[in-house]
């Protein structure tokens, strides 16, 4: 297998898409990183302008991503998951596509992941393990694979939620289970590569990441009781660490110069290891500083920002692990990056605020309410879909409620 190259730059370029693209779940690397600038800095009283809202999208958790003009985002209508295709601008309806059929939930039915664009196609996973491979023009499906029947996975508890990895002619996913964790699909037909057969644990929430160390490609990913690199050749496991996972296990870890940074909530709290030689893992860290359930956590500047259940809205030192500074002046819920700002939407209420993203403290810049909400939720459920940010827009969810706010400075 060649070695992809997966920089931004390669991204924008061999791609076509827009500099400010979000083609896949937490961006253009998978750190819930904007590199967008000239953004609003702060926000008037009644939030940035909203440019849109869609209605017809259907019921779920799933997170859009924008490529080339286009917005991809799954949804159960019609009595089964859908992917669909909208024009950025407007927020039109111009396909959809079948992912399978409805995934029912106490917390919520629908898709969970977001779904992945790569050149001129698209591949979504729904919450019940359907992976179609569709052209980005119109919605035609190449191919579609089960994870539950094809792989041999088992579905979670709350639903498959990774979003698909695409790493140069390969798909990754983690059905999960005795053939494999993790498994490699060939892009163009959906047909295994290999599975990684020396790791068998079932599959959790988190979404796989890429990464180049020690002169070898692998994929990392983290389940209830592991957190693993396998080769990106053939699926063999390079290093493993013993994680010892509650409840549930969701934030996507984080790759930085050869160290690893993952997060769980439920009292786990997190920890950072040390890739060496010879694939030898040294553990740096592990404490409670950042218990964060499922609203992600970001690396910016040397820091990460997150909500930690218990602490409140955390800055932590990534070498260290030590707290910089805590916050409970906002409620919890999910983060993305984009400009020096920290965009937070609280689970609770749909509130939206700015932030700064530095080590001064907690510093708000502007704050809104959605409105409106959905009315379909259900009752255990909350505003859970992470804020997007894409070519100066805000795209925000509420289960059928899709948002667009303007976020460009004038």
């Known amino acids: 297998m060649k070695k992809p190259i997966l920089t931004t730059l390669f991204i924008a370029t061999a791609l076509g898409l827009q500099a400010g693209d979000w083609p896949q779940w937490r961006g253009p690397n998978r750190d819930g990183i904007s590199r967008e600038t000239g953004l609003h800095q702060a926000w008037p009283s009644a939030g940035p302008k909203r440019v849109w809202l869609s209605r017809d999208i259907g019921i779920g958790y799933s997170a859009p991503v924008v490529a080339n003009g286009r917005l991809f985002v799954m949804g159960t209508k019609g009595g089964k998951e859908q992917l669909f295709a909208k024009e950025a601008k407007s927020g039109k309806t111009l396909w959809t596509a079948e992912l399978g059929g409805i995934f029912n939930n106490s917390w919520g039915d629908g898709p969970r992941g977001s779904a992945t ?30 994870l539950t029947g094809d792989l041999g996975g088992e579905t979670p508890k709350w639903g498959y939620s990774e979003s698909v990895l695409v790493d140069g002619n390969f798909v990754i996913c983690t059905p999960g289970g005795d053939k494999g964790t993790l498994a490699v699909l060939d892009k163009t037909a959906g047909e295994v590569k290999w599975r990684s057969g020396d790791w068998t644990d079932e599959a959790q929430y988190t979404s796989v990441i890429p990464a180049d160390h020690n002169g070898q490609r692998q994929y990392i990913q983290l389940t209830m009781k592991t957190l693993a690199g396998v080769s990106a050749e053939d699926g063999k496991v390079l290093w493993r660490n013993a994680w010892r996972g509650r409840t549930a296990v969701v934030p ?14 439920y009292g786990v709290g997190c920890r950072k290891i040390t890739l060496k ?74 509130t939206v605020a700015l932030a700064s993203a ?38 925000l969810r509420d289960q059928e409620l899709l948002f667009a706010f303007d976020v460009r400075a004038k």
């Open 117 to 146: 664009v790569d050149g001129a196609k698209v591949f979504a996973l729904g919450a019940g393990g359907g992976l179609i491979c569709a052209n980005t023009a119109d919605g035609q499906v190449n191919w579609r694979v089960e």
């Open 252 to 265: 996507t870890p984080i790759f930085r110069d050869g160290q690893v940074y993952i997060s769980s909530g």
């Open 277 to 350: 030689a010879g694939h030898k893992v040294v553990q740096d860290y592990h404490n409670r500083n950042i218990k964060n359930q499922h609203g992600g956590v970001l690396l910016h500047d040397g820091h990460l920002y997150g909500y930690s259940d218990g602490r409140g809205w955390t800055c932590q030192n990534f070498e260290t692990g030590e707290v910089v500074w805590d916050s409970k002046e906002f409620g919890k819920g999910c983060v993305t990056y984009a400009d020096s700002r920290l965009y937070c939407l609280e689970e609770s209420s749909g």
């Open 358 to 395: 530095d080590t001064a403290g907690w510093k708000e810049h502007g704050r809104f309410k959605l409105e409106p909400q959905t009315e379909q939720r259900k009752p255990a459920g909350r505003v859970w879909t992470h804020p997007v940010v894409a070519n100066g827009v805000m795209y």
